[in-house]
C-alpha cells in the first residue's frame, strides 16, 4: 500500500482522533484561563473555516427591505452562522486583550490602517443612505469583520493554521462537488429545505431559476450552498489554485482536485472558469520567472480591475467569445455592462460623497434595469455607494496585500487576490454574500501576515 494512503488512513482512524481530541480536552483544563480563552479562540477559528461554504442564517424582514413589494435579499438583515462565530471570536480576543494584553498580539500592518480608512468612508456613507436598517445592518458586518481582521492575523503566522486551512479546503471541494453532482443529476436541490448547510431549495418549476446549455441541453447548472452557481464557481476556483499549491496527503488533494474542477465545470460560469486559467497561468509564471513576481501581481490587479470598468466598451467582443447560440449569455452580458453604465451615471452625480451603504439597488432609476441587483462590478458598486475615496482606499487595500505577500515570499495567497479581483471585476458577490466576502477577508490576512519560508513551501511543491 502507498505510503501516503496509509498515513493518510492512519490520521483519520477514529481512536486517533479521540486521542487528539482527548489531549485537547486535558489540555484546556491544565490551562490557565488565559490559555483557556487562546484555545477557545482557535477552536472558533477552525469553525469558522468549517462553515464557511454554509447558506445559514435569520433573516429579518422589514418594510425597508421591500422595493415594489418585491422583498430584495440584499436588503434584508441576515444573521449568519459565520457572524455567531466572528462574534464569539472577538469578544474572546477584546477580553484577551483587556486583562492578559500581553498574551495577544494585534499587528499594525499597512493593510489593517487601510482597512480602517475604508471603515470610516462606510460609516460616513452609512448616513447617506434613504433606508436606515440595510445601510446600518451593512456596516454593522463590515466593522465585525474589520474586528475579525484585526484579532486573527496572529493565527495566520502559525505554519500549523496554514496547514489546517489547505486540508479543510480539500474537505469543502469534495463535499461541494459531490452535492453539485447530486444536483445536476437529479436538476433540484437534495434537501427541500434550508437546513442542508444553507442549501438552497429548488427545481425546474422554481421561477427565476439559472438554466444553461451543458451537454446539448438547457439545464439547470448546481448551486451546491450558495445563492447562484456563479458563486459557486467563484468560490470553487479560488480553493482550486489554493489547495493545488498545499503540502496535503496526495489521496485527500487528487479527489479534492478531482471533484473541484467536475463542480467547476458543471456550474458552466465562464468567468470562474476564467480565473482559474489565471491562477494557473501565474502559478506557471512565479515558477520560470519568480524574480517578476513583484511586479505582475499588482499590475494584473490593476490591469483587471481598469478593464471590468471598461466593460461597456468591449461587450460586443466578449460575446465572441461566448457560445454563439446561447442567448443567456447575450443577456447576461447586456445586463453587465447596462448597469455598469448606470453606475457611472450615478457616480457622476454623487461622486463624493456616494448615495449611501446598500443604496444602490434601490436608488436605480425606474426602467433602469429590469430586476433587483447591484452592479456586477464591486469597485463600481462601492464607488456609487460610498464615494471615490470608499473605493479607492478599498483598492489600495487589495494592492497593500498583493505586495505584502510579495515582501514575505508568500506568492500563493498574492494569486488567490489576482483571482478575487478578477471575479470582483465581473461580479458583485464578493461583497454581497458572506461566504465568499469571509474567503476575501481570509485570503487579505494570509496576504498581509503569513510570512518566512512557511508560506514559500506551498507554491513550491
Known amino acids: 500500500m502507498n505510503k501516503d494512503v496509509k498515513k493518510l488512513m492512519f490520521y483519520t482512524k477514529s481512536q486517533y482522533l479521540l486521542q487528539r481530541l482527548r489531549f485537547l480536552y486535558l489540555r484546556s483544563i491544565n490551562e490557565s484561563l488565559s490559555g483557556k480563552l487562546l484555545i477557545f479562540r482557535k477552536a472558533l477559528f477552525v469553525a469558522l473555516l468549517v462553515c464557511l461554504p454554509w447558506n445559514l442564517g435569520k433573516h429579518f424582514l422589514n418594510p425597508q427591505s421591500f422595493i415594489q413589494n418585491t422583498p430584495v435579499s440584499y436588503l434584508i438583515p441576515t444573521f449568519y452562522v459565520q457572524d455567531a462565530v466572528i462574534l464569539l471570536f472577538v469578544f474572546a480576543s477584546v477580553i484577551l486583550l483587556t486583562f492578559w494584553h500581553k498574551k495577544l498580539v494585534v499587528q499594525k500592518t499597512p493593510s489593517a490602517y487601510l482597512f480602517l480608512l475604508f471603515l470610516i468612508c462606510l460609516l460616513f456613507s452609512a448616513f447617506f443612505a434613504d433606508r436606515l436598517y440595510p445601510a446600518v445592518y451593512l456596516f454593522a458586518r463590515f466593522f465585525l469583520y474589520f474586528l475579525f481582521f484585526l484579532f486573527a492575523q496572529d493565527l495566520f503566522i502559525d505554519k500549523q493554521i496554514y496547514r489546517l486551512v489547505a486540508y479543510i479546503f480539500s474537505t469543502h471541494l469534495i463535499f461541494l462537488g459531490v452535492l453539485s453532482v447530486v444536483q445536476f443529476i437529479h436538476q433540484k436541490s437534495l434537501f427541500d429545505n434550508y437546513l442542508f ?34 458563486v459557486l464557481g467563484g468560490f470553487l476556483s479560488v480553493l482550486l489554485i489554493f489547495v493545488s499549491t498545499s503540502k496535503i496527503a496526495r489521496p485527500l488533494k487528487f479527489f479534492a482536485l478531482l471533484f473541484g474542477l467536475v463542480s467547476l465545470f458543471l456550474t458552466t460560469s465562464y468567468i470562474a472558469w476564467a480565473a482559474l486559467f489565471i491562477g494557473l497561468f501565474l502559478l506557471s509564471f512565479i515558477k520560470v520567472l519568480p524574480s517578476f513576481a513583484k511586479w505582475v501581481f499588482p499590475i494584473s490587479c490593476c490591469a483587471i480591475i481598469v478593464l471590468g470598468l471598461l466593460f461597456p466598451l468591449y461587450q460586443k467582443t466578449a460575446l465572441y467569445l461566448l457560445p454563439r447560440h446561447i442567448t443567456l449569455s447575450e443577456l447576461s452580458v447586456e445586463r453587465r455592462a447596462d448597469l455598469l453604465l448606470t453606475s457611472l451615471k450615478m457616480w457622476q452625480k454623487e461622486p463624493l460623497s456616494g448615495w449611501g451603504l446598500n443604496a444602490f439597488v434601490y ?27 470608499g473605493a479607492l482606499f478599498f483598492i489600495m487595500l487589495i494592492l497593500s496585500a498583493v505586495f505584502q505577500s510579495v515582501k514575505n515570499s508568500n506568492l500563493v495567497f498574492g494569486i488567490l487576490l489576482v483571482q478575487i479581483t478578477f471575479l470582483a471585476s465581473f461580479d458583485h458577490y464578493f461583497l454581497t454574500a458572506v461566504p465568499t466576502f469571509l474567503l476575501l477577508m481570509l485570503t487579505l490576512l494570509g496576504a498581509s501576515t503569513y510570512t518566512g519560508s512557511t508560506a514559500y513551501e506551498a507554491h513550491k511543491c
Open 197 to 230: 448547510f444553507g442549501e438552497q431549495p429548488y427545481s425546474v418549476y422554481t421561477p427565476f431559476i439559472a438554466k444553461k446549455l451543458i451537454f446539448g441541453r438547457l439545464q439547470i447548472p448546481p448551486y451546491g450552498t450558495f445563492m447562484h452557481p456563479n
Open 363 to 389: 436608488s436605480l432609476s425606474p426602467g433602469a434595469t429590469a430586476f433587483f441587483q447591484p452592479v456586477h462590478n464591486i469597485f463600481a458598486l462601492l464607488a456609487v455607494e460610498t464615494g471615490t475615496l
